[in-house]
């Protein structure tokens, strides 16, 4: 189990963005051979959202972070760690953090860094800031999960081209608010060996091998399925156990939203009944890491969420790594 802090390190605000611009199972059977038919009875998915060329994963990025930081009633000055998790940064470099840093205005003395755990981002720079600012050297941070998958997209191949989607969401963490029970609990990474060719994108990065044809996402859907289901029962089971707690103790699951099948798998493996489980990927399809806070962001407005209740977050993603964190909210 993770060090216990004192006090408590809480989610003192969250904010999401997405998109204006809607693609529909429609438009997509329009220009692959596939259907709204066959891809919402093997997703889940109706539709998700695509930002335009001038619309940066950093711009999307600072606008879910500014609701965030409105949310959590904080000035931008106050915040002193920013952990930007996507797989999508505008450039090699400068990190992406550096650039959202510079649109929300955050101080010189802010830490800008930038994580890529794929779609289980998110959760691992939950963990990270957690850590840090448990570590009593960093007071408040802001942790965005955001994403502009439709450029890794082959939109000629119908296998992955129908699954993914652009957003942006974020929290904003901080010593817990007095008289509450608010706070991370727990939570646990992991990374399975040898898994990488499953889920990537071969090309564009240093590696002589890789032509800039092959930018692209490259997957192995039904092996990814099998080991997405294992990772996050696994991550949950630990989790649960080694806190004393069941699956009926979880108020709310916020699972990555990936595909809808996967998520029915994790909720009967919980013993859960659905109501208890968010799921927006019908809206927006897998954002990766942008998933998770964009997915509680929603589940918050929409009164899912009461002062007290324990809230599951669980991912995986390309790695494939996978990952959980417990939190009281
Ligand atoms: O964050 C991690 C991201 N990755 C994932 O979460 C991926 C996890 N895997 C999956 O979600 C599923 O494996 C998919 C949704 C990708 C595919 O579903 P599936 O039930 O595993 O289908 P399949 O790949 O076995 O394909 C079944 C059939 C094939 O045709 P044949 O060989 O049976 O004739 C495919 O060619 O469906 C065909 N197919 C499609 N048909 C219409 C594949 N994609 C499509 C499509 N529209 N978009």
């Not at 000035?75 to 952990?83: F, V």
């Not at 039904?222 to 997405?228: G, L, R």
Request: aromatic share 6%.
């Amino acid at each position: 189990m993770s060090t216990p802090t004192s006090p408590a390190i809480a989610i003192l605000g969250t904010g999401s963005n997405a998109p204006a611009r809607v693609l529909t199972n429609d438009e997509l059977s329009r220009q692959v051979d596939t259907s709204d038919e066959w891809i919402f009875t093997r997703t889940g998915i109706r539709e998700r959202r695509i930002a335009g060329p001038d619309e940066s994963v950093a711009a999307l990025a600072a606008a879910a972070g500014r609701f965030a930081l409105a949310d959590a009633g904080l000035e931008p000055g106050q915040i002193d760690l920013l952990i930007v998790a996507t797989c999508t940064p505008d450039l090699p470099m400068p990190s992406t953090a550096c650039l959202v840093q510079t649109e929300l205005g955050l101080r010189e003395r802010a830490a800008c860094v930038d994580l890529n755990a794929a779609c289980t981002g998110f959760v691992y720079a939950l963990d990270h800031a957690w850590a840090l600012l448990a570590s009593g050297r960093y007071r408040h941070a802001l942790v965005i999960g955001a994403e502009k998958n439709s450029t890794l997209i082959d939109w000629a191949d119908r296998g992955t081209c129908v699954l993914f989607g652009d957003g942006a969401g974020a929290v904003v963490l901080g010593p817990a608010r007095p008289g509450t029970t608010s706070g991370i609990l727990d939570a646990q990474l992991g990374a399975i060996p040898g898994t990488a060719e499953l889920l990537l994108v071969p090309g564009g990065g240093s590696s002589p091998l890789a032509p800039e044809s092959r930018r692209h996402i490259a997957m192995k859907g039904k092996e990814v399925f099998k080991f997405a289901v294992r990772g996050m029962e696994e991550v949950t089971r630990d989790l649960l156990a080694r806190n004393g707690l069941s699956g009926a103790d979880l108020s709310l699951v916020v699972p990555h939203q990936a595909n809808l099948r996967i998520i029915h798998a994790l909720a009967q493996y919980l013993e859960l009944p659905y109501e208890r489980i968010f799921v927006n990927v019908d809206r927006y399809g897998n954002t990766s890491a942008a998933s998770i806070p964009l997915a509680l962001d929603e589940a918050r407005r929409a009164g899912r969420l009461k002062t007290g209740d324990l809230m599951l977050l669980v991912a995986f993603g390309a790695g494939l790594t996978y990952g959980g964190a417990l939190v009281r909210w």
